[in-house]
């Protein structure tokens, strides 16, 4: 028998998902699909190999994994939200608001390049010693008991403010936006503590104090709406993680079921 190619509407009918979810599994590749007359067509036959694999990804579930307790622990941000639009979010937030951005896991990991860095930060994360530095101070964050945007200072003296990314009441990771400073600093007391950083993390100290003008300025009042739009950031990168780990429980639910069906 010809395989059958299904319409968006079947496919929809199929997996029980919505067609935005379906189109965005098509573009982060997790989908099986090809376009006939500019029309994104399923091959029958595809999606139901791809179900008995979504089956055979998760065998022997227990009753936690089904209401969503261990699987949901033991997975990264990275496989809830791609990483290509957590860089496009990022990008986007730095641009709007001046400011550098980044996204890490909860070991202080960044999950894509840092957005509109700053030359000072550049510096700092030239050597492997200052990235490590970085994610030290990041993960110490990440391991805080926050559960609303808040701002910190870094091993560097720099401040940023954090946001936590959780999804299902599990934290994933951390938005993170700043290098900035709220008071003017001393440019005597900054030269001292960034030829104490260049010593330490194995980079010229004299870079690091020509550099403190790379590093905003922002009011105490800007530094709060900042600190406010980061946790809306959050909040959406966390509704987007969810949103994807119920389509994944959907799936992985009528994979099992399709598996049974056939094995009758």
């Known amino acids: 028998m010809a395989d059958k190619l299904l319409t968006t ?7 029980q998902l919505d067609r935005v979810t379906i189109y965005r599994m098509v573009k982060d590749g997790e989908l099986p699909a090809m376009r006939v007359g500019g029309q994104w067509r399923f091959s029958a036959d595809a999606i139901d190999a791809w179900l008995r694999a979504q089956s055979g990804e998760t065998p022997g579930r227990s009753a936690s994994s089904e209401n969503g307790s261990s699987d949901l622990d033991s997975l990264p941000l990275v496989d809830l939200v791609p990483i290509a639009t957590l860089q496009t979010i990022q990008n986007q937030f730095a641009e709007l608001v001046g400011v550098a951005a980044f996204i890490t896991d909860l070991e202080g990991q960044p999950l894509a390049p840092c957005s509109r860095c700053s030359s ?3 510096i700092v994360h030239s050597r492997p010693e200052g990235m490590a530095a ?3 101070s990041w993960r110490s964050i990440a391991l805080l008991d926050e559960e609303e945007a808040a701002i910190h200072v870094c091993h560097a003296g720099i401040q940023y403010a954090t946001a936590p990314v959780g999804v ?3 934290k994933f990771g951390m938005v993170t936006a700043g290098q900035f400073f709220i ?3 001393d440019p005597d007391e900054f030269r001292v503590h960034a030829m104490a950083t260049g010593e330490r993390i194995g980079v010229s100290g004299e870079r690091l104090a020509d550099a403190m003008d790379s590093i ?6 800007r530094a709060v709406q900042l600190t406010n739009l980061l946790q809306t950031i959050a909040n959406a990168i ?7 780990y119920q389509a994944r429980q959907t799936l992985a639910q009528i994979a099992r079921l399709t598996s049974q069906a056939s094995d009758q």
């Open 183 to 185: 008071d003017p600093p």
């Open 9 to 15: 509407r079947e496919l929809e009918e199929k997996l």
């Open 216 to 221: 905003e300025l922002v009011s105490q009042e």
């Open 168 to 170: 299902g009441g599990h």
């Open 238 to 244: 966390s509704s987007i993680g969810y949103q994807s």
């Open 134 to 136: 970085c994610q030290e």
């Open 120 to 122: 000072f930060c550049q």
